[in-house]
């Protein structure tokens, strides 16, 4: 089974909207990280935001922020007023750290493809 | 402060050669781990190393190997070149390796086997 699962293959929006990208995750680890990343076509993996398993309260970096709902295993980006230079490929990906105490690597989605319009 | 580099950013070689990739972690940072992205499997975690010593490894053929060195830059090796090799090769940094650690990556290399 997927372990992260991006159900929104592309997406198209108007420029000054808000957008939601969903991911949902999979594990039986009670410890665990979500990340969120951004991808342009230059290839570079740009880190947006980070929420771990026992945190509180949802993670927010300036424009962007995680609506993490943690019995659901949802771990939704928002993006609030957005630009043109938002347009690129979005990946959610989750790392456990196991009984031992080790963390393993990152697990992706399959991403998501934002195109924000004018 | 520099980001994640890494070198070559751009490569092509032939079927059967190897090749070297290298990775020099955001300062402070000891952890790298690498990954494999193509267009069929999407990204793949192929290692991890923390402190010159493996700790975790993906599931992928004995080819590819790494090393850490003690300033805590690190180097991919794919031996034996197959054209499924042609791939997006990320290094990611962080400052240990547990999940609480935001993770970092490099702008990778663009490898071509022809």
């Known amino acids: 089974a997927q372990k992260i699962t991006q159900t929104q293959p592309g997406m198209f929006v108007q420029e000054k909207e808000a957008v939601t990208l969903d991911c949902t995750y999979d594990?039986?680890?009670?410890?665990?990280?979500l990340f969120w990343y951004k991808q342009p076509s230059s290839g570079e993996m740009i880190f947006l935001i980070y929420?771990?398993?026992?945190?509180?309260q949802n993670a927010t970096e300036g424009r962007y922020s995680l609506n993490f709902q943690k019995a659901r295993k949802s771990a939704n980006l928002v993006i609030s007023a957005s630009q043109l230079g938002d347009s690129a490929m979005y990946f959610c990906a989750m790392r456990e750290i196991g009984s031992g105490g080790g963390a393993d690597g990152l697990t992706f989605g399959k991403g998501t493809h934002l195109i924000i319009q004018p | 402060k520099a980001g994640v580099t890494q070198t070559p950013r751009y490569l092509i070689k032939t079927r059967g050669q190897q090749v070297t990739l290298s990775c020099s972690p955001i300062?402070?940072?000891?952890?790298v781990s690498w990954y494999q992205q193509t267009p069929g499997q999407g990204l793949q975690f192929l290692f991890e190393?923390?402190?010159?010593?493996?700790?975790n490894k993906g599931n992928f053929p004995g080819r590819f190997s790494g090393r850490q060195f003690s300033n805590s830059r690190s180097e991919m090796n794919v031996s034996t070149l197959e054209l499924g090799d042609s791939a997006l090769y990320l290094c990611?940094?962080?400052?240990?390796?547990?999940?609480?650690?935001?993770?970092?990556f490099g702008e990778g290399s663009w490898l071509t086997v022809v």
């Open positions: 594990t039986s680890d009670p410890s665990y990280g």
């Open positions: 929420q771990g398993s026992y945190d509180q």
């Open positions: 990611a940094s962080s400052l240990t390796a547990t999940s609480g650690n935001t993770i970092y």
């Open positions: 300062s402070g940072h000891r952890s």
């Open positions: 190393y923390f402190s010159e010593t493996q700790r």
